[in-house]
């Protein structure tokens, strides 16, 4: 089989941002402002912190007002909430993102739920996730907005397909099985009780892995000409470099369609992000207007 088709996030992403930044200033001219995203970080990951720079960096190319706090390690659950409150109740902020994990002593449930969800860029908010789950009108979560964009682009049709995630977290997994559903795929979510976890992947024609585990998508379990999408990243300790859930080169000779990691998924949930911002801005500028 030849090899597959590489969906590159970075290129599409790209284009993405693209049109956004292309749109800004006629919204500034019309609104009086840019669209506008917080960004808070507590701690000093070294991860966290990169990806919080990113977001800030792509916020800052297409034109929005981008702010960062940065927070100490020690800081209290109290203080934080109250930062967000601040945020929630500031006019001139549309997006709010807490970058996740926070630390131990600090509950995420109750930080997910403390940011407005009307500025809940994530999509994270019990709010925004029950939309999501009874089909209505909502925030669509990043990453999983990203992966559907990606198979869209390269003209995979979801309908009618067997799809199975690897992986049931809340923020990936489960709102990737439920978007795949929404498309019409016929969607198995496999996780760390899977039994034979090959047999059931081998079924897919798009196998979506999203666990964080260093290449623990071989290519036995594959099927040949499926579409392959590596949400996961991980460091590979012999190279340093970052790699995904999947066995890029053999995998690569199997599927049909495949996406790297780094220039996959990563730089398309930061567009998806751009979006999510630009959304919940218009939306609250339509609402002041
Ligand atoms: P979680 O740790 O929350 O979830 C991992 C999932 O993988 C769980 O559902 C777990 O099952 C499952 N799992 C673990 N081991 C196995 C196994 N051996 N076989 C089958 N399933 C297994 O991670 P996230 O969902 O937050 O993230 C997943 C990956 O995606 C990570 O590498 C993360 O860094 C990456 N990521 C990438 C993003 C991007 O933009 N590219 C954005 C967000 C995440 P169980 O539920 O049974 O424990």
Not at 250 to 268: F, K, N, Q, Y
Request: with cysteine; charged share 25%; aromatic share 2%.
């Amino acid at each position: 089989m030849a090899e597959a088709t590489i969906i590159s996030g970075k290129d599409l992403a790209r284009k993405i941002k693209e049109d956004i930044a292309a749109r800004v200033p006629a919204l500034v001219e019309k609104y009086g402002r840019a669209p506008h995203l917080a960004v808070i970080l507590v701690g000093e990951d070294p991860a966290s912190q990169s990806y919080v720079k990113s977001k800030g960096k792509d916020a800052e190319q297409v034109g929005f007002k981008s702010t960062t706090i940065r927070l100490p390690e020690e800081t209290s659950e109290e203080k934080l909430l109250d930062i967000i409150a601040g945020l929630n109740a500031d006019d001139d902020v549309d997006g709010i993102l807490v970058q996740l994990p926070v630390p131990a002593h600090i509950d995420e449930d109750r930080v997910i739920e403390a940011i407005s969800h009307e500025k809940d860029v994530d999509g994270f908010h019990p709010a925004n996730v029950a939309a999501l789950w009874q089909k209505r009108p909502c925030a669509y979560p990043c990453t999983p907005k990203g992966v559907i964009r990606m198979l869209d682009e390269a003209g995979v049709d979801i309908q009618g397909k067997r799809a199975v995630v690897i992986g049931r977290s809340n923020i990936v997994g489960l709102p990737m099985a439920k978007m795949l559903l929404d498309r019409n795929a016929t969607v198995t979510v496999a996780h760390s009780r899977t039994k034979n976890l090959p047999e059931v992947t081998r079924e897919a024609d798009i196998l979506v892995a999203a666990v964080g585990k260093l290449r623990m998508v071989t290519a036995d379990m594959v099927a040949p000409g499926a579409v392959v999408i590596d949400v996961g990243v991980n460091r590979d300790p012999e190279t340093g470099k970052l790699a995904g859930d999947v066995d890029y080169e053999p995998v690569s000779r199997i599927a049909s369609v495949i996406t790297p990691v780094p220039g996959g998924v990563g730089p398309m949930t930061r567009a998806c992000l751009m979006e999510n911002t630009l959304e919940c801005y218009l939306k609250a500028m339509e609402k002041h207007s």
